[in-house]
């Protein structure tokens, strides 16, 4: 079967917030414009997939997973998908630009639900044959069914402001999501739990000491498991994330403050300030004190 490319402009609106909501209501097939439920499809784009009622077997990159309601899971972009089956199926999809949302779940990364679910749950799918999934029981799925009946409504209407109301409830879906992933008893769900309250607190407490051995306690892996995993997902071993994370908080430290150099580097948890420099040109391309200089010309 052929895997169909899915058009950006089937789903969000020129010059406005990039975050669609579509719905499913049973088996029939083109249900709306640029619907490819049924088409092995990708798209550049993510898709959280809310199933409420019936069920199915969605196949995601070669593996074919069955789903019932109560199910909640992320498709991250550039993901082959699509449902081969369908019983009665009914299901919510919100579709949004992680890069444009970035800065708005900054804030997120302190839940580590958040990150376990978000960042260490589609990495894991294949290795936990989808066990690691999120599912709601009727309690929990009603509020999210609420807010995603109040985002159909916004996206009808397109009343001014609607794609903020959208932008808020997304936000305020995701912190429930998270919540409820961080509930889970799953031994599966457990471990990708710790794996997201390392980022939250490597985040967090950049300040701190840290090594390898104190990151394999925190998270209960051995560092042949950890290492990997971690790299995979983030794109950098724990140590070089750190490291990210604290020259991000010195880069904000130089624009919004007038502290000296070697100060926001003993704050950001540099012991050696030329250390601090080398490492700092390498990622912002200049001297710290030149960045501050050249981003208070412009």
Not at 98 to 127: Q, V
Not at 158 to 168: M, Q, V
Request: aromatic share 12%; charged share 25%; glycine share 4%.
């Amino acid at each position: 079967m052929q895997t169909v490319i899915a058009n950006r402009e089937d789903f969000f609106i020129p010059n406005c917030c990039p975050i669609a909501l579509r719905t499913i209501q049973g088996d029939a097939a083109r249900q709306h414009p640029g619907d490819l439920t049924d088409i092995r499809h990708t798209h550049d784009f993510a898709e959280l997939i809310v199933i409420t009622h019936g069920g199915g077997t969605h196949w995601i990159d070669g593996i074919s997973y069955a789903v019932s309601a109560g199910d909640v899971f992320l498709i991250q972009g550039n993901t082959e998908h699509y449902f081969t089956e369908r019983h009665d199926l009914s299901m919510y999809n919100i579709m949004f630009d992680e890069f444009y949302l970035r800065e708005h779940l900054k804030s997120l990364h302190s839940m580590p639900g958040f990150n376990a679910f978000f960042l260490f749950e589609p990495t894991y799918r294949r290795r936990h044959k989808f066990q690691s999934r999120l599912h709601l029981e009727l309690e929990p799925l009603f509020p999210l069914e609420t807010l995603l009946r109040q985002m159909v409504s916004e996206q009808k209407e397109k009343r001014p402001g609607f794609d903020l109301i959208l932008l808020s409830r997304v936000l305020e879906i995701f912190v429930i999501i998270s919540r409820e992933y961080s509930k889970s008893r799953s031994p599966m769900v457990r471990s990708l739990f710790r794996l997201g309250n390392l980022i939250t607190r490597l985040e967090n407490e950049y300040r701190r000491e840290w090594t390898i051995a104190r990151i394999s306690r925190i998270t209960s892996m051995a560092p042949s498991t950890l290492l990997p995993v971690f790299k995979e997902v983030t794109g950098h071993s724990p140590i070089d994330y750190l490291l990210h994370v604290r020259l991000k908080k010195a880069a904000e430290l130089l624009l919004t403050t007038s502290k000296a150099v070697s100060e926001i580097a003993l704050e950001c948890g540099f012991a050696d300030s030329n250390y601090f420099s080398r490492q700092f040109r390498k990622k912002y391309r200049c001297p710290p004190r030149m960045y501050r200089e050249k981003q208070q010309i412009s």
